[in-house]
């Protein structure tokens, strides 16, 4: 019933701005009329179910789990199966930091995501994905289980960073020479920045840009969007007992997706038990289509 009242107070609302756009002198205010469409929009968006940052783009991080060097591994499979699927959509990536292994595995990545409605598309994807094959890293040739955490957060611009604040208090920063590309001068310096967020110990780390200024900005609108991600993820716990996407043990039974490559060959999301038997079309041709529509139902 309060979710009825909810989306009924919205449509009164819409009708209300839809009449006052109808008048002659609805132009007569330009500030005010551009607020208004604005709502609108926002208003209708909330009443068909898009959150506020949907339309925009997003941060990818992968975090290996449990599973050393195969889950490092797993983490760079990963990072390539949606790299393909952004390429297929016509989206753009950027690596803003890495954390690689000697093996070419990842410890951790974190990729922005630049694309209509990347972060409404791919929201639902965020949560522990589950590899079991045969490790390539084993001499016995021994089947193996690793895990890795995939974490989408919208990306925020200067414009919203006022919808989440940071009191200065709250952070701490740490400066690094930056390992990523840059010519020869970016590693002379330490340009690199990771910004903690000592309330909730959520951690940041940036090094793409070429200043250390520059890469603390990008770093904190990174940490909006995680604080984002959470508070929507405590308020859907809270109000609802629904799903939480993000688990914070990367290990055994909080897995939302297995891929199987041995002793059979399956893909299957656990939320919404979608399976494709087409392990390659999945991880080497980026096709997660049939996951992310049904995952718009949970």
């Known amino acids: 019933m309060l979710g009825e009242k ?18 002659p ?4 205010d330009k500030a005010a009329a551009q607020a208004m469409i604005k709502e609108l929009g926002e208003l209708k968006d909330a009443r068909e179910g898009v959150g506020k940052y949907d339309k925009g783009d997003a941060v990818l991080t992968i975090i290996a789990g449990a599973g050393g060097d195969d889950a490092e591994d797993f983490a760079r499979m990963l990072r390539e199966m949606y790299e393909r699927y952004f390429a297929r959509r016509g989206w753009s990536a950027r690596v803003l930091h890495q954390n690689e292994n000697d093996h070419g595995g990842y410890r ?3 990729v922005e995501v630049s694309g209509k409605n990347a972060y409404g598309t791919l929201k639902n994807e965020s949560g522990v994905h589950r590899l ?3 490790s390539p890293f084993s001499s016995k040739s021994l089947r193996h289980t690793s895990f890795a955490l995939v974490e989408f957060i919208p990306k925020f611009e200067k414009a919203e960073a006022r919808d989440i604040e940071i009191p200065e208090q709250d952070i701490r920063v740490e400066f690094a020479r930056s390992s990523g590309p840059g010519g ?9 920045v990771r910004v903690v967020h000592i309330p909730t110990n959520l951690a940041v780390h940036c090094e793409a ?5 520059r890469n603390r900005e990008r770093a904190l609108e990174i940490l909006r969007g995680k604080l984002y991600k959470k508070m929507e993820e405590d308020r859907k716990k809270a109000q ?5 996407a993000k688990t ?17 060959q399956m893909v299957k999301d656990h939320r919404t038990n979608v399976e494709v038997r087409n392990t390659d079309k999945v991880l080497e041709d980026g096709d997660i289509d049939e996951f992310i529509e049904a995952e718009k139902v949970l």
């Open 6 to 23: 909810k989306k009924g107070d919205m449509s009164a609302r819409i009708a209300e701005i839809e009449a006052a756009m109808a008048l």
């Open 25 to 28: 002198d609805f132009w007569s």
């Open 108 to 110: 951790n990545i974190t």
């Open 132 to 134: 079991v094959r045969i």
């Open 184 to 192: 020869q001068n970016v590693n002379k310096r330490e340009t690199a």
């Open 209 to 213: 840009e070429r200043s250390q200024e």
């Open 240 to 244: 609802e007992g629904a799903y939480v």
């Open 248 to 264: 914070m043990e990367i290990e055994w039974g909080s897995q939302i997706r297995s891929y199987v490559l041995h002793p059979y």
